[in-house]
């Protein structure tokens, strides 16, 4: 983790977010929630405050070897989610898509065009993903190009800040993978990421974002009601008329047009929409411990809303951090 270094050596935050001190200060974790053990599937103790934690950090670029200086805040308790303000580089956002085409290109079948894949196949759920292309790059390093080096350095960065120190000792880290939604009506239906996949990192490649996740900031909502299923966060979105921009946490970029519309008739209320730009990333957390057992948790359900034609394509990454051993199949790795 020689990349990563962690700079909020006691200056004032900007934007007006809380600012605390590194995790490492002991006054600092005597003011959170305390946890007796921390739930390796959760956040470490020192995401876990109930203020936005605001703290800046600095990586290297892979593509031009400069210093990128990003932000983290947080965006909900539960689900747990956190915004990289300014992860990647355009540079390296550039370089993944191109990567993604060239996939594309020579690999038909890990870039079939999906339409109507059922996702889940745990509940047999049917969330559908429409009018996309998926490739995956392996998190290798490739001393020899740069655009191959980029996944494993944007996993060891977000690993290291997202995992327990539990996680970091059993879990493991998917490939990255690649998702071109096509400019009018690509989309991710509503639902739960599944297959044991503790955290997943969003990679918002091209600024076009509308990621919507319905429960986070709920605590009414939640408080009256439990989520065992997809049904019961489909029927709620229905009983509350919940909508993206008014409910939850819509993570919009800058030409979304539910976030214009906000900004037209009167603003946006910034603890339900979130503006990204290029290069920002989200992360969040599926699974929780609960007497001894993983389950998931569905309050992080979430859907990636339909592109329409004014906002274009969309391109995103995904990786998935798992926080044990085992594998999406529940099977352990040897
Ligand atoms: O497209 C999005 O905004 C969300 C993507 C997503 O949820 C997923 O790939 O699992
Ligand atoms: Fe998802």
């Not at 007006?16 to 007796?36: F, M, R, S, V």
Request: proline residues 3%.
């Amino acid at each position: 983790f020689s990349t990563i270094r962690r700079h909020n050596s006691g200056k004032k935050a900007q934007h007006g977010l809380h600012y605390l001190p590194p995790a490492t200060n002991l006054g600092y974790i005597d003011i959170l929630e305390k946890t007796e053990v921390e739930d390796s599937f959760g956040p470490p103790t020192y995401l876990q405050g109930q203020e936005s934690i605001y703290s800046t950090y600095q990586r290297i670029s892979v593509s031009e070897k400069n210093v990128i200086d990003f932000s983290l805040s947080k965006l909900s308790s539960a689900p747990h989610i956190y915004h990289f303000k300014g992860f990647l580089s355009n540079g390296e956002c550039i370089d993944l898509m191109n990567a993604a085409e060239n996939v594309e290109q020579t690999q038909q079948e890990a870039a079939a065009i999906m339409d109507g894949e059922s996702q889940d196949n745990c509940l047999k759920t049917a969330s559908v993903r429409s009018k996309c292309i998926v490739s995956w790059l392996n998190n290798v390093s490739n001393g020899n190009s740069d655009v191959l080096t980029i996944p494993r350095e944007l996993g060891l960065v977000t690993g290291n800040i997202l995992l327990t120190d539990e996680a970091k000792k059993n879990g493991w880290c998917e490939p990255l993978q690649l998702v071109h939604y096509m400019g009018n009506g690509g989309k991710f239906d509503l639902h739960h990421d599944g297959l044991r996949r503790g955290i997943t990192v969003l990679y918002y490649l091209n600024g076009v974002g509308n990621t919507w996740f319905p429960f986070a900031n709920e605590n009414d909502i939640l408080s009256t009601n439990d989520i065992k299923n997809r049904n019961d966060a489909l029927q709620l979105v229905e009983k509350y008329d919940m909508q993206p921009g008014t409910h939850g946490v819509l993570v919009a970029g800058k030409n979304s047009q539910i976030l214009k519309s906000h900004l037209a008739n009167g603003g946006i209320d910034k603890e339900h929409i979130i503006e990204v730009n290029q290069g920002d990333a989200v992360a969040f957390y599926n699974y929780k411990t609960v007497n001894g057992e993983v389950v998931r948790d569905w309050n992080s359900i979430h859907a990636g809303l339909p592109t329409t034609e004014e906002e274009g394509e969309k391109f995103i990454a995904n990786h998935w951090m798992h926080c044990d051993a085992f594998d999406e199949n529940w099977t352990r790795r040897s």
